[in-house]
């Protein structure tokens, strides 16, 4: 598989001579069968160092907008992304969303490893966001172990904004190494089997996602702020505090 060519010979070796990566608790990862890892999201990159640090082949949503670029830079990305494993997902909402949770639940009905990121986006400041429900629906429909996931200190190496890997930073007009060895941290498997048939209970749905995001702030040292990841961009983008919504309870905000 290109897929296994790529990782094992190219994207693997060069990830772990450039970067180290510091890589703790893949006992917790199940050698066979299905099971749902559910990480926090830093940076695009946490969708290299990821799957890299794990021996088996992790599926992972990706925005369809990926996939449909046009030119041949656009058939190449798309390309790239189908050969590391990860799918295209619409992530308009509704349907859409129905359709991306079939996706999941497919995958992990073959006995694969299928990744998530509950915040939905990308942290806009490195801390971690409220997490959206469609992540317990899946833990609960499938019945599978759900494995929380710390990605660490990757923004550092690509902060916001930035397409890859930013290696070096400027000093004095000299390029410098950005001296950051990056960290992915696995947890150990939550149970959600007493809510089996649960599926469709919003607080039921609550309670698990909230469970999910506390084992995430415990394993990666995070804040944990109670609003979502798109709210709190759409307040940055426009100058507002995001922490003075939350302090304010803006209940659209959250």
Avoid at 45 to 72: H, M
Avoid at 104 to 128: N, Q
Avoid at 188 to 194: A, G, I, K, N
């Amino acid at each position: 598989m290109l897929y296994l060519f790529l990782r094992r010979f190219l994207v693997a070796p060069l990830v772990k001579l450039i970067f180290r990566p510091k890589v703790t608790g893949l006992e917790h990862i199940p050698d066979s069968g299905p099971a749902l890892l559910v990480s926090n999201h830093l940076a695009f990159c946490d969708s290299i160092f990821l799957p890299v640090a794990v021996p088996r082949q992790i599926v992972f949503p990706a925005k369809s907008e990926y996939f449909t670029a046009p030119g041949l830079k656009g058939k190449v990305v798309a390309t790239f992304f189908r050969s590391v494993g990860q799918i295209p997902i619409d992530r308009s909402g509704g349907r859409a969303s129905l359709a991306a949770l079939n996706t999941g639940l497919d995958i992990l009905k073959k006995g694969e490893l299928f990744g998530i990121y509950p915040e939905g986006t990308r942290s806009p400041d490195g801390r971690l966001y409220k997490g959206k429900t469609g992540v317990a629906r899946m833990a609960i429909v499938a019945g599978v172990p759900v494995i929380p996931v710390a990605m660490i200190d990757t923004e550092k190496l690509q902060p916001p904004g930035q397409v890859w890997p930013n290696w070096f930073y400027r000093e004095k007009g000299r390029r410098l190494p950005r001296l950051v060895r990056p960290g992915v941290a696995f947890g150990e498997p939550l149970d959600f089997s007493r809510y089996e048939g649960m599926e469709r209970d919003r607080f039921v749905l609550r309670s698990v996602t909230d469970e999910i995001m506390y084992a995430l702030m415990e394993l990666s040292g995070q804040e944990y702020v109670d609003i979502y990841a798109d709210k709190a961009k759409e307040l940055i983008k426009a100058g507002e505090s995001v922490d003075e919504h939350v302090r304010l309870g803006d209940t659209k905000a959250s």
